[in-house]
C-alpha cells in the first residue's frame, strides 16, 4: 500500500481522503442533495462510509502499531480501550441530541397519514427502554450507525493487532473466511427493536477495516517495504475506471432519462446492500484506493494546496469533524425542508456545513498545537502520530 | 444511487412547469387546487393491454394492493381512500367503460407479506392492471435492502406471469419523517427496480412534496380535529392525479 513511513512522518493522504470521507458523508446524510451526485458515490459503487472504515483500520494499526512495538502490548491495548471510550461518548453525545430533535419532529408526524404506517408511537412511548438500548448499541436511529461499527472493531481490535505482530498475514485470513460466511449464512446482528438488524453488519465490515490494519501494519515497519506490485496497480487501474464508467452511466441515467445506465440489469442488484458490504462494493472500493495509492504518491504536489490542507486537518480531528457532520446534516436538512429556496439555497447550506466543518476542524488543530507549545519556547514540536 | 434529478428538486420541477407554460393538470372532481406539473404524472413506460381495452370498452379490473395510506384508514376507511377516488374519476373519464377497482390495501405490511397475498388474493380476479403501494413499512423495520428489491422482482415477474399490467406507487412525503427513517435507499430502490423493469412508477413522494413546497397543502401545521379531512382531501387529489397517470399510460 504506502511506502515506508519516516519515523513520526506523517502520510497525508491518509489525512486528505478520510476528511474528504467526512465531507462526503455529510453531503450524503442530507436527504435528497442535490450535491450527492459529486460524491464518490457517482462514480464508484462504494460511497464514503468505505473510504472511512478502511482508513480508521489502517490508521490504527499504524498508530498503537508503534506504540505495540515502543511500549508494549499492556498499553497499546489501553490506548486503543481509552480511544473506544471517546467514540462510544461521542456517539451518546450524538444519540442525546438526535432524540431531542426526533422529540420535535415526532409531534409533526402525527399526523394520521404517517402514523399508521411509521408506528413511530413505539419509540418515545418507552424512552426507558430505547435510552438503555442505546448505551447498549442496539438501538441505532438512521445515521447514528456509523460510529457503533467503529466502536465494535475498535473494540476487537487488540487481538487483531497482537496477531498481526506475530503472523501478519493469519488476521486477514480469518477476517475473509469470516466476511464469507457472513454473506453466505445471512448473519446477521440484531437490533432494538427486536425485528432490526445493524445498519453495518459489523461481521461483514470488518474485512475491510482488517484489510486496512493489515497493510497499516505493515507500514509500521519503516524497513519493511509493501508496494503494490505493478500488474496488480494496473488491474486495479482498470477495474476502477471500469467501474467508474458503469457508475457514471447509472447517475446519468437518473439526471437525464435516454442516458443507458450500463449493465445496471446485471450488476445493480449486487451493488446495493451497503449493511453487508457486498463483494462489488468491496472490490470497486479497493481498486480505486490502490488507483489512488498508485497515481497519487505521498509527496504529491497538489497536497500542499491550500485547498487540500483545509480538508487534512478535518482529516486530523476526524472523531470531532464526524459528529459536527452528522449534526450539521440533520440542521441543514430542517433548514432546507423549512426554508426552501431553490438550488441556491441548497448549495450556500452545502458550503455552509463545510465551511463549519473545516472552520471546527481548524480550531482543533490549533489548540492542540497551542496547548503543546510550552510558553515563550520556539522550535519545532516533534509531531507524533495521532490516530 | 439517487432518484431523478429532475424530481429531487420541487424547485426544479416548479420551473419546469413555468417553462412549459405553467402548464398544470387540472382534475374535474376534486373541490381544490391540486393539480402538479405534466412532468410528475406523465412518464413511460405505458401501458398497451389496459389502453387496448378502454378503447375497445370492455370491462377494466384494477386491484390495488398496499399499506395504511391504501386503506384510506387516516380518512375513515376505503371510502376515502385513492382507490376509491381513482375508481370514481375514471368512471367519470370513460362513462361507458365498466371500471371496478378492488382496493387490497392492509396496513403495516412489508412487500414480501404482500408478495405472499398475490395468489389467494389478486390472481382469482384477473386484474388487467394491478397498482401496488410498497415501501413505507420497509423502509420502518429496516428491511434488507436487497430482501426488498427481491421481493419487489419477484412480485412484478409474478404479476406479470398473470397477465397483469403493473404501476408502483411510492411512499408518502413528509418532511419530518427523514430524520426518523432513512426512507432514501428504499425510495431509490423502489426508483431503479421501476426503471430497470419498464414499470410505471407513481411519484406520489415527489406530488406530495410538491404540494408541500408550493403551500397547496401543510402536512406539518394540522390540528388535531383537522386531521381527517386533510387525509381525506389529499386521497381525494392522490386519486384524480393517479387517474391521470392510468389515463396518460393508457393512450
Redesign the interface.
Known amino acids: 500500500m504506502a511506502g515506508p513511513v519516516p519515523e513520526g512522518g506523517r502520510d497525508v493522504r491518509l489525512d486528505f481522503f478520510r476528511g474528504l470521507s467526512l465531507i462526503f458523508i455529510f453531503i450524503d446524510h442530507i ?2 442533495n ?1 450535491l ?2 459529486f460524491t464518490v ?1 457517482s462514480i464508484a459503487f462504494n460511497d464514503a462510509a468505505e473510504i472511512f472504515i478502511f482508513i480508521s483500520g489502517y490508521t490504527a494499526a499504524l498508530v498503537y502499531g508503534r506504540s505495540l512495538r515502543q511500549s508494549g502490548a499492556l498499553l497499546a491495548t489501553a490506548q486503543i480501550y481509552r480511544r473506544v471510550w471517546q467514540l462510544y461518548v461521542a456517539h451518546i453525545f450524538l444519540f442525546v441530541i ?1 432524540t431531542a ?2 422529540s420535535y ?2 409531534i ?2 402525527q ?10 408511537g413505539d ?1 418515545l412511548q418507552a424512552p426507558h427502554i430505547a435510552i438503555i438500548r442505546a448505551l447498549l448499541l442496539d438501538f441505532q ?3 447514528l450507525d456509523i460510529l457503533p461499527l467503529y466502536i465494535v472493531l475498535l473494540g476487537c481490535f487488540p487481538p487483531v493487532l497482537l496477531a498481526l505482530e506475530k503472523y501478519p498475514l493469519v488476521p486477514v485470513c480469518v477476517s475473509a473466511a469470516l466476511y464469507a460466511l457472513t454473506l453466505a449464512r445471512g448473519w446477521a446482528l440484531h437490533t432494538y427493536p427486536a ?3 445493524w ?1 453495518f453488519n459489523p461481521l461483514a465490515w470488518q474485512f475491510l477495516f482488517v484489510i486496512g490494519a493489515s497493510l497499516g501494519y505493515a507500514a509500521v515497519d519503516e524497513h519493511h517495504v509493501s508496494r503494490v506490485p505493478t500488474w496488480l496497480s494496473r488491474l486495479a487501474a482498470v477495474i476502477a475506471a471500469g467501474v467508474a464508467v458503469i457508475s457514471l452511466s ?2 446519468l ?3 437525464f ?1 435516454p442516458f443507458p ?1 450500463l449493465l ?2 446485471q450488476l ?2 449486487h451493488t ?5 458490504l ?1 463483494p462489488l462494493r468491496l472490490i470497486s472500493f479497493l481498486a480505486l484506493a490502490a488507483s489512488v495509492v498508485h497515481f497519487v504518491k505521498r509527496d504529491n504536489a497538489f497536497l500542499e494546496w491550500r485547498a487540500t490542507r483545509a480538508i487534512v486537518v478535518c482529516g486530523k480531528h476526524s472523531l470531532y469533524v464526524f459528529c459536527l457532520g452528522i449534526l450539521l446534516s ?1 440542521l441543514g ?2 433548514i432546507l ?2 426554508f ?4 441556491g439555497t ?1 448549495i450556500a447550506v452545502n458550503l455552509a456545513g463545510i465551511a463549519l466543518m473545516i472552520g471546527a476542524a481548524a480550531l482543533f488543530e490549533w489548540f492542540k498545537a497551542a496547548s503543546r507549545r510550552p510558553r515563550h519556547a520556539a522550535g519545532p514540536v516533534p509531531a507524533t502520530p495521532s490516530e | 444511487m439517487m432518484r431523478r434529478v429532475l424530481l429531487l428538486l420541487p424547485g426544479l420541477a416548479f420551473v419546469a412547469s413555468l417553462a412549459s407554460g405553467g402548464e398544470r393538470e387540472h382534475g374535474a372532481a376534486p373541490g381544490r387546487d391540486c393539480g402538479v406539473p405534466r412532468e410528475l404524472v406523465e412518464d413511460e413506460p405505458r401501458l398497451p393491454g389496459l389502453a387496448e381495452r378502454l378503447h375497445a370498452k370492455q370491462p377494466v379490473v384494477i386491484t390495488v394492493i398496499g399499506g395504511g395510506s391504501t386503506t384510506g384508514a387516516a380518512a375513515g376507511g376505503p371510502a376515502n381512500a385513492y382507490p376509491h377516488w381513482l375508481e370514481a374519476a375514471l368512471r367519470r373519464r370513460h362513462p361507458q367503460a365498466q371500471i371496478t377497482v378492488i382496493n387490497l390495501g392492509i396496513a403495516r405490511q412489508t412487500t414480501e407479506d404482500m408478495v405472499q397475498r398475490f395468489a389467494a388474493e389478486i390472481y382469482p380476479s384477473r386484474p388487467n392492471l394491478v397498482i401496488w403501494e410498497t415501501g413505507t413499512v420497509d423502509a420502518v423495520r429496516g428491511t434488507d435492502i436487497d430482501d426488498f428489491t427481491a421481493a419487489l422482482e419477484s412480485g412484478i415477474a409474478a404479476l406479470r406471469e398473470h397477465n397483469s399490467e403493473v404501476m408502483l406507487v411510492d411512499m408518502q412525503y413528509n418532511s419530518g419523517t427523514a430524520s426518523v427513517i432513512n426512507f432514501e435507499p428504499y425510495l431509490d430502490a423502489l426508483h431503479q427496480v421501476a426503471d430497470l423493469h419498464d414499470v410505471y412508477l407513481f411519484r406520489r413522494f415527489d406530488i406530495m412534496r410538491y404540494w408541500s413546497a408550493e403551500g397547496m397543502f401543510d402536512f406539518v401545521d394540522v390540528s388535531k380535529e383537522n386531521r381527517a379531512a386533510l387525509a381525506a382531501e389529499v386521497y381525494e387529489c392522490l386519486g384524480e392525479n393517479l387517474a391521470e397517470a392510468v389515463d396518460f399510460a393508457a393512450q
Open positions: 436527504p435528497e442535490f450527492s451526485y458515490r438526535f430533535e426526533v419532529t415526532l409533526a408526524i399526523s394520521p397519514m404517517y402514523a399508521e404506517e411509521l408506528g413511530v419509540f436511529p438512521p445515521f425485528d432490526h438488524t445498519f447509472w447517475t441515467h437518473w439526471v432519462d445506465p445496471a440489469k445493480w442488484n446495493i446492500d451497503k449493511t453487508n457486498t440533520v436538512h430542517f425542508t423549512e426552501y429556496g431553490g438550488i441548497e
